[in-house]
């Protein structure tokens, strides 16, 4: 799925992971409120995010899927369900779209594809897959 130079379908599975940060730190209530300044990366780029693409009142299934996903931020099948909203809402707005892509761009950090990490910084260790296993030795 296509708009003028921007692959939505991909852009969105881009977004979910900041959406999730977002919804996981502030919840759905406090998005809006919490200032500009927030101190966790990837939770601020997916605020600024949420807002632009759902606005101050989101549809009624994209506000459903918000809050569902700000309960349990990992859940694989609520992400899914945003992803589709997120979609939607792009698809509508071509001009949204493009601006949200040089948002996601700007942010210099790209998480793309299953179990993918992307940060500004990571302090401490990163583990993904399955069955992953850490021992002190």
Known sequence: MFTV???IA???????????AALGAYGTGAIAKIGENTTDGAAS??????????????SEQAQEAL??????PGDPDLRAVLRVQIRKALAADPVLAREVA?????????ASGER??????????????????????
């Open 5 to 7: 130079g921007v692959d």
């Open 10 to 20: 991909q852009l969105a599975d881009q977004i979910v992971p900041y959406a999730a």
């Open 45 to 58: 780029i997916g605020r600024r995010l949420v807002i632009r693409i759902f606005g101050e009142k989101p």
């Open 67 to 72: 809050d569902d996903l700000s309960g349990a």
């Open 102 to 110: 040089e948002m996601v761009r700007s942010s210099g950090v790209v």
């Open 116 to 137: 993918s990490v992307a940060a500004h910084e990571i302090s401490g260790i990163v583990v993904t897959g399955d069955g992953a296993q850490i021992r002190k030795a």
